[in-house]
Protein backbone atom coordinates (compact mmCIF):
# COMPACT_ATOMS: atom_id res chain seq x y z
CA UNK A 1 0.00 0.00 0.00
CA UNK A 2 1.77 3.06 -0.94
CA UNK A 3 1.73 6.13 1.20
CA UNK A 4 1.07 9.74 0.89
CA UNK A 5 1.31 12.81 2.41
CA UNK A 6 -1.08 15.70 1.71
CA UNK A 7 -0.03 19.54 3.51
CA UNK A 8 -3.41 21.30 3.12
CA UNK A 9 -5.35 18.14 3.66
CA UNK A 10 -8.52 20.25 4.87
CA UNK A 11 -8.61 22.72 2.25
CA UNK A 12 -10.40 22.47 -0.94
CA UNK A 13 -7.90 20.32 -2.94
CA UNK A 14 -6.58 18.35 -0.23
CA UNK A 15 -9.95 16.84 0.59
CA UNK A 16 -10.93 15.80 -3.23
CA UNK A 17 -6.92 14.71 -3.19
CA UNK A 18 -7.38 12.70 -0.42
CA UNK A 19 -10.51 10.84 -1.75
CA UNK A 20 -9.19 10.09 -4.60
CA UNK A 21 -6.11 8.86 -3.32
CA UNK A 22 -7.93 6.61 -1.00
CA UNK A 23 -9.68 5.10 -4.14
CA UNK A 24 -6.77 4.10 -5.22
CA UNK A 25 -5.64 2.26 -2.00
CA UNK A 26 -3.25 4.71 -0.60
CA UNK A 27 -2.55 5.26 2.67
CA UNK A 28 -3.04 8.76 3.05
CA UNK A 29 -1.51 11.02 6.18
CA UNK A 30 -2.96 14.78 6.40
CA UNK A 31 -0.58 17.49 7.95
CA UNK A 32 -2.74 19.99 10.35
CA UNK A 33 -1.54 22.51 12.24
CA UNK A 34 -1.96 22.94 15.67
CA UNK A 35 -4.53 24.97 16.11
CA UNK A 36 -7.74 26.11 18.42
CA UNK A 37 -10.36 26.93 15.42
CA UNK A 38 -8.84 23.75 12.73
CA UNK A 39 -12.09 23.08 10.37
CA UNK A 40 -12.60 19.50 9.48
CA UNK A 41 -15.85 19.65 7.51
CA UNK A 42 -14.26 18.91 4.05
CA UNK A 43 -12.96 16.15 4.60
CA UNK A 44 -14.88 14.58 8.01
CA UNK A 45 -16.91 12.27 6.03
CA UNK A 46 -13.14 10.45 5.55
CA UNK A 47 -11.65 11.38 8.75
CA UNK A 48 -12.38 7.65 10.06
CA UNK A 49 -9.73 6.15 6.81
CA UNK A 50 -7.01 8.81 7.06
CA UNK A 51 -4.45 9.49 9.85
CA UNK A 52 -3.92 13.29 10.98
CA UNK A 53 -0.37 14.09 11.81
CA UNK A 54 0.95 17.63 13.60
CA UNK A 55 3.18 19.95 11.13
CA UNK A 56 3.89 23.71 10.21
CA UNK A 57 5.37 24.52 6.79
CA UNK A 58 6.88 27.36 9.07
CA UNK A 59 8.74 24.89 11.61
CA UNK A 60 11.46 22.77 9.64
CA UNK A 61 11.96 20.39 12.53
CA UNK A 62 8.81 19.73 12.52
CA UNK A 63 8.42 18.74 9.05
CA UNK A 64 11.68 16.28 9.86
CA UNK A 65 10.07 15.11 12.25
CA UNK A 66 7.14 14.33 10.07
CA UNK A 67 8.74 12.23 7.18
CA UNK A 68 10.86 10.38 9.78
CA UNK A 69 7.69 9.03 11.68
CA UNK A 70 5.13 7.94 8.80
CA UNK A 71 7.61 7.88 6.00
CA UNK A 72 5.94 8.46 2.82
CA UNK A 73 6.42 7.65 -0.51
CA UNK A 74 4.94 10.85 -2.03
CA UNK A 75 4.40 14.13 -0.46
CA UNK A 76 1.63 16.51 -1.90
CA UNK A 77 2.62 20.08 -0.70
CA UNK A 78 -0.59 21.87 -1.37
CA UNK A 79 -0.35 23.76 2.00
CA UNK A 80 -0.23 27.56 1.59
CA UNK A 81 -1.64 31.05 2.61
CA UNK A 82 -3.57 31.09 -1.09
CA UNK A 83 -5.78 33.78 -1.27
CA UNK A 84 -4.50 36.53 -3.44
CA UNK A 85 -6.27 39.20 -1.64
CA UNK A 86 -5.07 38.86 2.07
CA UNK A 87 -1.21 38.36 0.66
CA UNK A 88 -1.55 42.14 0.05
CA UNK A 89 -1.98 42.94 3.70
CA UNK A 90 0.11 39.74 4.65
CA UNK A 91 3.21 39.98 2.30
CA UNK A 92 5.30 38.08 4.83
CA UNK A 93 3.27 35.59 6.12
CA UNK A 94 2.15 35.04 2.65
CA UNK A 95 6.19 34.69 1.87
CA UNK A 96 6.96 32.41 4.78
CA UNK A 97 4.14 30.02 4.41
CA UNK A 98 3.59 29.62 0.35
CA UNK A 99 7.66 30.35 -0.80
CA UNK A 100 10.34 29.24 1.88
CA UNK A 101 7.66 26.47 3.17
CA UNK A 102 8.20 24.91 0.40
CA UNK A 103 12.02 24.38 0.77
CA UNK A 104 11.23 23.63 4.26
CA UNK A 105 10.01 20.53 2.94
CA UNK A 106 12.48 20.16 0.02
CA UNK A 107 15.06 20.23 2.73
CA UNK A 108 13.44 17.38 4.59
CA UNK A 109 13.05 15.16 1.97
CA UNK A 110 16.95 15.49 1.46
CA UNK A 111 18.03 15.09 4.99
CA UNK A 112 15.01 12.57 5.56
CA UNK A 113 14.71 10.00 2.14
CA UNK A 114 15.51 11.65 -1.06
CA UNK A 115 13.46 8.75 -2.64
CA UNK A 116 10.28 10.67 -1.76
CA UNK A 117 8.50 11.93 -5.11
CA UNK A 118 7.29 15.34 -4.07
CA UNK A 119 4.48 17.34 -5.66
CA UNK A 120 4.44 21.39 -5.72
CA UNK A 121 1.14 23.40 -6.24
CA UNK A 122 2.52 25.83 -8.50
CA UNK A 123 -0.05 28.86 -9.83
CA UNK A 124 -1.21 30.19 -12.73
CA UNK A 125 -1.00 33.56 -10.74
CA UNK A 126 2.94 33.20 -11.24
CA UNK A 127 2.15 34.49 -14.97
CA UNK A 128 0.33 37.32 -13.58
CA UNK A 129 0.52 40.37 -16.14
CA UNK A 130 0.88 37.67 -19.02
CA UNK A 131 3.05 38.72 -22.11
CA UNK A 132 1.80 35.88 -24.52
CA UNK A 133 -2.13 34.13 -24.42
CA UNK A 134 -2.62 31.00 -23.51
CA UNK A 135 -0.13 30.30 -21.16
CA UNK A 136 1.96 27.31 -21.61
CA UNK A 137 4.97 25.77 -19.55
CA UNK A 138 7.38 27.56 -21.58
CA UNK A 139 5.60 31.43 -20.64
CA UNK A 140 7.45 34.00 -18.83
CA UNK A 141 6.37 34.82 -15.29
CA UNK A 142 5.73 38.39 -14.28
CA UNK A 143 3.50 37.46 -10.62
CA UNK A 144 1.26 40.66 -9.74
CA UNK A 145 0.73 39.64 -6.27
CA UNK A 146 3.02 39.17 -3.48
CA UNK A 147 1.17 36.14 -3.30
CA UNK A 148 1.82 35.02 -7.21
CA UNK A 149 5.46 35.97 -6.00
CA UNK A 150 5.28 33.36 -3.43
CA UNK A 151 4.12 30.66 -5.81
CA UNK A 152 6.85 31.65 -8.01
CA UNK A 153 9.85 31.18 -5.49
CA UNK A 154 7.93 27.96 -4.34
CA UNK A 155 7.95 26.36 -8.18
CA UNK A 156 11.88 27.76 -8.93
CA UNK A 157 12.90 26.15 -5.68
CA UNK A 158 11.77 22.75 -6.64
CA UNK A 159 12.94 22.89 -10.22
CA UNK A 160 16.27 23.83 -8.08
CA UNK A 161 16.25 20.83 -5.53
CA UNK A 162 15.27 18.72 -8.30
CA UNK A 163 18.41 19.41 -10.35
CA UNK A 164 20.72 19.95 -7.69
CA UNK A 165 19.69 17.02 -5.40
CA UNK A 166 18.03 14.74 -8.25
CA UNK A 167 15.03 14.35 -6.15
CA UNK A 168 11.53 13.50 -8.19
CA UNK A 169 10.17 16.98 -7.65
CA UNK A 170 7.35 18.74 -9.75
CA UNK A 171 5.20 21.69 -10.43
CA UNK A 172 1.81 21.74 -11.44
CA UNK A 173 0.85 25.14 -12.76
CA UNK A 174 -2.70 25.18 -12.13
CA UNK A 175 -4.79 27.43 -13.62
CA UNK A 176 -7.95 28.48 -11.48
CA UNK A 177 -10.13 25.53 -10.02
CA UNK A 178 -13.20 25.74 -7.86
CA UNK A 179 -15.77 23.37 -6.54
CA UNK A 180 -18.70 23.44 -4.20
CA UNK A 181 -15.72 23.25 -1.01
CA UNK A 182 -14.13 26.56 -2.56
CA UNK A 183 -13.42 29.23 0.91
CA UNK A 184 -16.15 31.76 0.69
CA UNK A 185 -13.62 34.68 0.20
CA UNK A 186 -12.73 33.34 -3.52
CA UNK A 187 -14.88 34.92 -6.14
CA UNK A 188 -16.63 32.18 -7.59
CA UNK A 189 -17.81 30.77 -4.26
CA UNK A 190 -18.48 34.36 -2.77
CA UNK A 191 -20.54 34.57 -6.01
CA UNK A 192 -22.71 30.87 -5.98
CA UNK A 193 -23.13 31.61 -2.00
CA UNK A 194 -24.42 35.49 -2.69
CA UNK A 195 -26.91 34.42 -5.12
CA UNK A 196 -28.39 31.65 -3.20
CA UNK A 197 -28.43 33.91 -0.12
CA UNK A 198 -30.18 36.37 -2.32
CA UNK A 199 -32.80 34.24 -3.95
CA UNK A 200 -33.65 32.77 -0.45
CA UNK A 201 -34.60 36.25 0.68
CA UNK A 202 -31.43 36.10 3.25
CA UNK A 203 -30.02 38.90 1.44
CA UNK A 204 -30.71 41.81 -1.12
CA UNK A 205 -27.07 42.31 -2.72
CA UNK A 206 -23.61 41.19 -3.56
CA UNK A 207 -20.76 43.27 -3.50
CA UNK A 208 -18.00 42.22 -5.72
CA UNK A 209 -14.76 44.08 -6.87
CA UNK A 210 -13.28 43.99 -10.62
CA UNK A 211 -15.82 42.26 -13.22
CA UNK A 212 -13.84 42.17 -16.09
CA UNK A 213 -11.07 39.91 -14.96
CA UNK A 214 -10.76 37.10 -17.24
CA UNK A 215 -9.92 33.41 -15.77
CA UNK A 216 -9.45 29.83 -16.36
CA UNK A 217 -11.85 27.99 -14.19
CA UNK A 218 -11.71 24.35 -13.79
CA UNK A 219 -13.41 21.60 -11.73
CA UNK A 220 -10.77 21.15 -8.09
CA UNK A 221 -12.19 17.07 -8.60
CA UNK A 222 -10.67 17.09 -12.10
CA UNK A 223 -7.01 18.65 -11.17
CA UNK A 224 -6.02 16.41 -8.66
CA UNK A 225 -6.24 13.49 -11.40
CA UNK A 226 -3.47 15.67 -12.89
CA UNK A 227 -1.74 15.70 -9.61
CA UNK A 228 -1.04 11.86 -8.85
CA UNK A 229 -0.44 11.28 -12.88
CA UNK A 230 2.73 14.11 -12.74
CA UNK A 231 4.07 12.49 -9.40
CA UNK A 232 3.73 8.91 -11.14
CA UNK A 233 5.84 10.04 -14.02
CA UNK A 234 8.85 8.33 -14.86
CA UNK A 235 10.78 11.37 -15.01
CA UNK A 236 9.50 14.59 -12.84
CA UNK A 237 8.57 17.69 -15.39
CA UNK A 238 6.15 20.24 -14.96
CA UNK A 239 2.73 20.97 -16.24
CA UNK A 240 0.55 23.39 -16.87
CA UNK A 241 -3.01 22.37 -15.86
CA UNK A 242 -6.38 23.99 -17.46
CA UNK A 243 -9.04 24.14 -19.75
CA UNK A 244 -7.92 25.97 -21.95
CA UNK A 245 -11.04 28.30 -21.82
CA UNK A 246 -11.51 31.82 -20.59
CA UNK A 247 -14.61 33.56 -18.80
CA UNK A 248 -15.17 36.77 -16.84
CA UNK A 249 -16.34 37.30 -13.48
CA UNK A 250 -18.79 38.69 -15.32
CA UNK A 251 -20.11 35.85 -17.15
CA UNK A 252 -19.75 33.70 -13.91
CA UNK A 253 -22.56 36.23 -12.38
CA UNK A 254 -24.90 35.88 -15.39
CA UNK A 255 -25.11 32.50 -15.75
CA UNK A 256 -25.34 31.92 -11.74
CA UNK A 257 -28.09 34.47 -11.35
CA UNK A 258 -29.97 33.06 -14.93
CA UNK A 259 -29.87 29.53 -13.03
CA UNK A 260 -32.41 30.87 -10.36
CA UNK A 261 -34.04 33.36 -13.24
CA UNK A 262 -32.48 36.31 -11.61
CA UNK A 263 -31.04 39.24 -13.17
CA UNK A 264 -27.53 40.10 -11.85
CA UNK A 265 -27.51 43.77 -12.88
CA UNK A 266 -30.37 44.30 -10.13
CA UNK A 267 -28.26 43.15 -6.72
CA UNK A 268 -24.82 43.42 -7.68
CA UNK A 269 -22.57 46.47 -6.32
CA UNK A 270 -19.06 46.75 -7.13
CA UNK A 271 -17.04 47.76 -4.07
CA UNK A 272 -13.47 49.48 -5.02
CA UNK A 273 -12.12 47.89 -1.43
CA UNK A 274 -12.54 44.34 -3.54
CA UNK A 275 -10.08 45.68 -5.94
CA UNK A 276 -6.43 44.69 -6.26
CA UNK A 277 -3.68 47.03 -5.92
CA UNK A 278 -2.60 45.41 -9.24
CA UNK A 279 -4.67 43.54 -11.16
CA UNK A 280 -4.12 40.03 -13.35
CA UNK A 281 -6.46 40.90 -16.40
CA UNK A 282 -6.80 37.91 -18.79
CA UNK A 283 -5.39 34.16 -17.55
CA UNK A 284 -6.26 31.07 -19.89
CA UNK A 285 -3.95 28.13 -19.92
CA UNK A 286 -2.63 25.59 -22.82
CA UNK A 287 -2.42 22.55 -21.24
CA UNK A 288 -1.67 20.47 -24.14
CA UNK A 289 1.56 18.97 -23.01
CA UNK A 290 -0.59 17.52 -19.93
CA UNK A 291 -3.14 16.30 -22.36
CA UNK A 292 -0.58 14.64 -24.71
CA UNK A 293 1.98 12.94 -21.90
CA UNK A 294 -0.25 12.17 -18.85
CA UNK A 295 -3.91 11.66 -20.73
CA UNK A 296 -5.26 14.09 -18.67
CA UNK A 297 -8.99 15.74 -19.73
CA UNK A 298 -11.20 18.38 -17.79
CA UNK A 299 -14.14 16.47 -17.58
CA UNK A 300 -16.41 19.28 -15.60
CA UNK A 301 -17.38 22.19 -18.29
CA UNK A 302 -17.84 25.90 -17.15
CA UNK A 303 -21.72 25.85 -17.14
CA UNK A 304 -22.01 22.26 -14.94
CA UNK A 305 -19.27 23.71 -12.81
CA UNK A 306 -21.40 26.86 -11.98
CA UNK A 307 -24.51 25.44 -12.02
CA UNK A 308 -23.09 22.34 -8.96
CA UNK A 309 -21.99 25.24 -6.76
CA UNK A 310 -24.83 27.01 -7.10
CA UNK A 311 -26.65 24.30 -6.25
CA UNK A 312 -24.71 23.11 -3.59
CA UNK A 313 -24.77 26.53 -1.61
CA UNK A 314 -28.60 26.23 -1.58
CA UNK A 315 -28.78 23.05 -0.10
CA UNK A 316 -26.71 24.33 2.45
CA UNK A 317 -28.46 27.24 3.35
CA UNK A 318 -31.49 25.20 2.91
CA UNK A 319 -30.41 22.88 5.57
CA UNK A 320 -29.66 25.94 7.91
CA UNK A 321 -25.82 25.29 7.37
CA UNK A 322 -24.47 29.28 6.07
CA UNK A 323 -21.00 29.22 6.16
CA UNK A 324 -21.31 32.62 6.98
Do not use: C
Amino acid sequence: MPKALITGITGQDGSYLAEYLLEKGYDVVGMVRRSSTINFHRIAHIQNRITLAQGDLLDQVSMIHLLEEHRPDEIYNLAAQSFVQTSWSQPVFTGEATALGVTRMLDAIRIVDPKIRFYQASSSEMFGKVVEVPQNERTPFYPRSPYGVAKLYGHWITVNYRESYDLHAVSGILFNHESPRRGIEFVTRKISHGVARIKLGLSDELRLGNLDSRRDWGFAGDYVRAMWRMIQSDEPVDYVVATGETHSVEEFLDMAFSHVDMDWHDYVVQDPRFMRPAEVDLLVGDASKARRELGWEPEVAFRELVKMMLDADLKLLIDGNDPL
